[in-house]
């Protein structure tokens, strides 16, 4: 029972050992691909407390090129979802996945915008296998493969793919 609970604090030690750098880096990550993202401008991930001094969530606090410092709900829906695109890459840098589907994430971005988060998916593609699911021209143009669906005269669906470097296959 003793060494139970002994072993119970040393998982919990190891545990917020782990938890505290991972934070950390992702903390650092966070700041440098928000800038790239935004072209300029802060943000920081904070760690909020719960009244016992531990772990309650992370706040998200950011500061666009021009704008003053903000929670994330007063951002933009654009900017909200260019700084969610920074976390998210900065989760994956930190912590790497064999593969990523990301749904209509830039959707809410501008022209501007959009090429930033094109140039950045790129990189992780780099590193990753990136599956997007989008409408958006911008980031449509750095793909590799593209697959689609189209509604022929009579009715029915077909299912097109095309290698950029290809050419088009009706399947």
């Not at 938890?19 to 760690?47: C, D």
């Not at 890459?89 to 990301?102: G, R, T, Y």
């Amino acid at each position: 029972s003793a060494s139970l609970r002994e072993s119970l604090e040393d998982l919990r030690g190891t545990m917020k050992q782990r938890f505290e750098e991972t934070f950390t880096q992702v903390a650092r990550e966070f700041s440098t691909a928000f800038t790239v993202l935004f072209g300029g401008g802060t943000a920081r991930l904070i760690l909020v407390e719960n009244e016992e001094g531990g772990p309650a969530g992370v706040d998200i606090v950011a500061q666009p090129p021009g704008k003053r410092l903000q929670s994330l709900a007063l951002l933009s829906g654009g900017e909200r979802a260019l700084t969610a695109a920074a976390l998210l890459f900065a989760i994956l840098k930190v912590n790497p996945s064999p593969f990523v589907l990301l749904d209509e994430v830039d959707a809410a971005l501008d022209e501007a915008n959009v090429v930033r988060f094109r140039e950045r998916l790129q990189q992780l593609a780099n590193e990753t296998q990136a599956i997007i699911i989008t409408h958006n021209r911008g980031t449509i143009e750095v793909a590799d493969s593209l697959y689609g669906v189209s509604m022929r005269e009579d009715g029915v669906s077909t299912v097109l793919s095309m290698r950029m470097a290809g050419e088009l296959v009706v399947e």
